[in-house]
């Protein structure tokens, strides 16, 4: 990606996530494909930041999750920019959901499984700042 006097060209975010570095820095990322090595690559190359570095991504849903997701090393942060969606995260066992609408944001707290539910006929789009080192996910 082209970089401009002091900062990154203009770049949609869905398409060209972002990496926060522990050492204070903002890394433009590879096209985002949505494929599982993607993300393994993305892990590879960026392990040496730990737990602290940070994914940031833009991603639009018109319907509901088909798996749970869990990051046992850090937080993350969502954040509702368009329409609504519905945060269910499993604590101790039970799960536990939040409306989030445009504006909104929860933190899905380290090791908490979570997914997510669209409403029929609606689109959602989110941002999320995530702490992805050691992500999981299983079948919904």
């Known amino acids: 990606m082209p ?8 770049a949609r975010l869905s398409d060209f996530p972002a990496h926060l570095t522990l050492a204070g820095g903002v ?7 949505g494929e599982g090595s ?10 040496s930041d730990g737990a602290a570095g ?6 639009t849903f018109d319907s509901s999750w088909t798996s749970w997701e869990v990051h046992p090393n850090g937080e993350e ?3 509702c920019v368009a329409g609504a969606i519905e945060l269910i995260q499993e604590i101790d066992g039970a ?5 989030l609408h445009a504006g909104e944001w929860v933190v ?14 609606s689109v959602a789009e989110c941002v ?11 079948e919904r």
Not at 95 to 99: G, H, K, R, T
């Open 108 to 121: 899905n707290p380290a090791g908490v499984w979570h997914t997510a539910n669209v409403p029929a006929g």
């Open 38 to 47: 993607w993300y393994g690559d993305y892990e590879q190359q960026h392990a």
């Open 54 to 59: 940070r994914l940031v991504s833009w991603h």
């Open 95 to 99: 799960e536990q959901s939040v409306l």
């Open 3 to 10: 970089r401009l006097v002091g900062m990154v060209a203009p």
């Open 77 to 79: 942060l969502v954040l």
């Open 128 to 138: 999320f700042i995530t702490s992805g080192l050691g992500t999981q996910g299983r």
């Open 27 to 33: 890394l433009p990322l590879p096209r985002f494909t």
